[in-house]
């Protein structure tokens, strides 16, 4: 791709931290501002940081079509087929509270599928770690290469993204026959996708829907680390599962694809 992806995905981060520094407190980022077009109550912080980041791609004078959590589909430069997925912050109310696993998480894609999805960024806000992903080129950490993963990865960590109480009570059974020997919550759909392709959980299921903005950027760094994936509520396959908002699906990431298929039955209607 003949844009640097990555200089402009670091340099809307720097604006997005400016924007947080001006809410340093809970208070002052909790407060909300109407619902966003991914269907969400946006924080101030959300619109802010969204903010910071259409301001870089704007000042790119690229044509291109951006698909953010709040805003919505906006045309910049009169659209055109690189399509740019946008979650200014995910995991905002983690954010918001303080508690730290949080990440500016943007994709870039040559269509309005997952399969022409060729770079992913995600940044921990919180951390700092920096990892992204192109496709056919491998994933890295801090411009690192990720080490391959363990062929024979056993299910000792698995994480869960859970959107309500009464679903960790409906899937419990399936959660347990995985054989998971630990399980973990991060609060961070794309963060948690980072923590599979780097090993850090073996697996990482939702156990409800979410949304392309969510998962866009990190399903890439998963993928290009050589984890499996599957989205099984979307239309099609994985390669043609569309970027639009309107997109809800499960996630599923794993070390490998026996360990994938166990996973499967979590939050099966």
């Known amino acids: 791709m003949p844009t640097d992806w990555l200089t402009v995905c670091r340099r809307a981060v720097d604006g997005v931290r400016a924007e947080l520094r001006r809410f340093p407190h809970p208070a002052d980022r909790a407060v909300p501002t109407g619902r966003g077009e991914g269907g969400d109550i946006a924080l101030v912080i959300d619109r802010a940081a969204e903010d910071a980041i259409f301001e870089e791609l704007e000042s790119l004078d690229l044509p291109m079509t951006v698909i953010s959590e709040e805003r919505g589909d906006v045309e910049l430069n009169g659209g055109g087929r690189t399509h740019v997925v946008v979650d200014p912050i995910d995991g905002s109310r983690n954010a918001k509270r303080g508690i730290p696993a949080y990440s500016v998480s943007i994709a870039v894609a040559d269509g309005r599928t997952i399969?022409?999805?060729?770079?992913?960024?995600?940044?921990?806000?919180?951390?700092g770690e920096d990892w992204h992903a192109a496709a056919?080129?491998?994933?890295?950490?801090?411009?690192?290469?990720?080490?391959?993963?363990?062929?024979?990865?056993?299910?000792e960590i698995l994480a869960l993204e859970i959107s309500?109480?009464?679903?960790?009570?409906?899937?419990?059974?399936?959660?347990?026959?995985?054989?998971?020997?630990?399980?973990?919550?991060?609060?961070?759909?794309?963060?948690?996708?980072?923590?599979?392709?780097?090993?850090?959980?073996?697996?990482?299921?939702?156990?409800?829907?979410?949304?392309?903005?969510?998962?866009?950027?990190?399903?890439?760094?998963?993928t290009e680390s050589g984890c499996a994936v599957a989205m099984p509520d979307a239309?099609?396959?994985l390669a043609t599962t569309p970027l639009d908002l309107s997109t809800r699906?499960?996630?599923?990431?794993?070390?490998?694809?026996?360990?994938?298929?166990?996973?499967l039955p979590i939050g099966a209607p």
């Open 136 to 155: 056919g080129q491998g994933a890295f950490l801090d411009d690192r290469p990720l080490p391959p993963l363990p062929a024979e990865a056993e299910l």
């Open 115 to 127: 399969g022409d999805v060729k770079f992913g960024y995600v940044h921990d806000l919180a951390l």
């Open 235 to 237: 239309t099609g396959d």
């Open 164 to 222: 309500r109480p009464g679903l960790v009570a409906k899937s419990a059974a399936a959660i347990a026959a995985t054989g998971a020997d630990r399980v973990r919550a991060l609060g961070s759909v794309a963060l948690s996708l980072c923590w599979v392709a780097a090993g850090r959980y073996d697996g990482f299921a939702t156990l409800s829907t979410c949304r392309s903005v969510d998962f866009a950027a990190g399903q890439l760094l998963a």
């Open 249 to 263: 699906t499960r996630v599923f990431a794993a070390a490998n694809p026996e360990m994938l298929e166990r996973l």
